[in-house]
């Protein structure tokens, strides 16, 4: 089936570390159901949005599964729901879904909708992050750094902000070099930059 890149402002960090986003998400070419629900979303007709959007979920399309987690987690066009909004975040997730496995991470991490739990937080955020997905990557950073989910370790945590930036996240640019200037040893810094070039050149597998 063709696909066709569609810009769309969709809130993709709002369970962590990044405001409202522009962000492309993938959609069949003929997929008219979708369209309409991405003008009236961008028009901020949030009910004909999740009208249209509804039925593309339940037959299994990632993007539109992700942005229902969107729109129940932030009760637009619905009632606020963390729990729905984990439903349908977990469907695009298990589809290999980028933004979905991160936005699950951090509805684990934040303990919305479930118990909270690091070490699933972690996973889903790995998950993302082999996919190139710098939010995902500045989130494991950040775990690195608080020790949660994973043993506290500054060499990844500045190994993840130094990918992070790489791929265009700019709040991970001052965190790395915020870790840089603050209680690292040269060493320490030349093996985090040695790792993040491994785990480029391994297309983010195995990096940890």
Not at 29 to 53: M, N, R
Not at 143 to 152: F, K, N, R, S
Not at 158 to 164: E, P, V
Request: with cysteine; hydrophobic share 40%.
């Amino acid at each position: 089936m063709q696909h066709q890149s569609i810009n769309l402002r969709a809130i993709v960090g709002v369970l962590g570390f990044i405001p409202v986003a522009l962000v492309f998400v993938t959609a069949p070419a003929s997929g008219e159901d979708f369209k309409k629900g991405l003008a009236a979303y961008v028009q901020e007709d949030f009910e004909t949005a999740l009208l249209e959007w509804t039925p593309l979920a339940r037959e299994g399309s990632s993007n539109a599964q992700l942005l229902l987690g969107n729109m129940f987690y932030l009760g637009q066009g619905t009632p606020q729901n963390y729990e729905t909004a984990l439903k349908w975040y977990r469907l695009a997730a298990k589809q290999g879904n980028a933004m979905a496995q991160t936005s699950l991470g951090g509805m684990y991490y934040q303990g919305k909708g479930i118990s909270q739990d690091y070490n699933a937080a972690v996973e889903w955020y790995r998950k993302a992050s082999r996919q190139r997905h710098a939010n995902a990557q500045f989130r494991l950073s950040f775990c690195y750094q608080a020790g949660h989910g994973v043993p506290e370790n500054k060499v990844l945590a500045l190994m993840w902000a130094h990918l992070a930036s790489a791929n265009g996240h700019k709040t991970a640019l001052s965190v790395r070099d915020n870790l840089m200037n603050n209680d690292m040893t040269q060493k320490q810094k030349s093996q985090a930059q040695s790792l993040a070039r491994e785990c480029v050149k391994n297309n983010y597998q195995g990096c940890e």
